[in-house]
């Protein structure tokens, strides 16, 4: 089975600042993958998916996350962080018809 | 567009009653719905999935006699949390895919259940 694990529970950045929200999955074929983000009491939103087609995938928000095969890597990343930024973040990779979520990161964004 | 909604999106019960959420695509025919379910700073946990005119297929170790699934129509699903008790409180996402789109889906903003 397909999973993803998200490396930090809760990362806090200074507003301005680099965000970078650690994923890694586990595939032994090219997956679909995802980042979701989830205000507080909030159904989850889509940020960007990457579909294998290009590797450096733009999303919303400002955010981006590189597809890097050697390093089952999916990291999201945020050139300057903004206090609207703060949230839960889910990275997760699809399995045939469902998808599979990591626990999530935390992101504190302080001023 | 691929716009999800839920209702009620907050409701308390009594312990032993049912309470019935809906999950509607707004814009699109939703093919597949799924119901999740996340408790307090967790991941989403998904319960089923349920395609339309079609029985739901249930997660191992999710009770389909307590969590009735129906998705009669391509825009409307609904869970029943039957004889709900205070374990049962949680927050209940559903998503939806459409067919253009099977490998995205679109979440709805969730419903929070507390059983008194």
């Known amino acids: 089975a397909q999973s993803v694990t998200q490396l930090g529970s809760h990362v806090s950045v200074s507003e301005g600042a680099l965000v970078l929200l650690r994923c890694n999955y586990s595939s032994s074929v090219p997956p679909y993958l995802f980042w979701y983000v989830q205000y507080p009491n909030q159904g989850l939103q889509l940020l960007l998916k990457?579909?294998?087609?290009?590797?450096l995938v733009k999303g919303i928000n400002g955010f981006e996350a590189e597809f890097k095969k050697s390093e089952t890597s999916f990291h999201l990343t945020k050139p300057s962080a903004h206090m609207s930024d703060a949230a839960e973040y889910f990275c997760a990779v699809s399995e045939r018809d469902k998808i599979i979520f990591g626990k999530g990161t935390r992101l504190h964004i302080l001023p | 567009g691929a716009v999800v909604s839920q209702h009620p999106s907050w409701v308390i019960c009594k312990s032993g009653t049912s309470v019935k959420i809906e999950c509607r695509s707004l814009?699109?025919?939703?093919?597949?719905m799924f119901w999740y379910r996340q408790f307090p700073k967790q991941s989403l946990m998904l319960m089923a999935t349920?395609?339309?005119?079609?029985?739901?297929?249930?997660e191992q170790g999710v009770e389909k006699d307590k969590f009735l699934i129906n998705h009669a129509s391509l825009t409307l699903s609904t869970l029943t949390v039957t004889s709900a008790h205070p374990e049962d409180s949680s927050f209940y996402i559903c998503?939806?895919?459409?067919?253009?789109?099977?490998?995205?889906?679109?979440f709805g903003p969730g419903t929070r259940l507390t059983v008194l």
């Open positions: 990457y579909t294998s087609a290009a590797t």
């Open positions: 998503s939806a895919t459409s067919g253009a789109s099977t490998d995205t889906q679109y």
């Open positions: 814009d699109f025919q939703a093919t597949t």
């Open positions: 349920s395609n339309e005119g079609s029985k739901a297929t249930y």
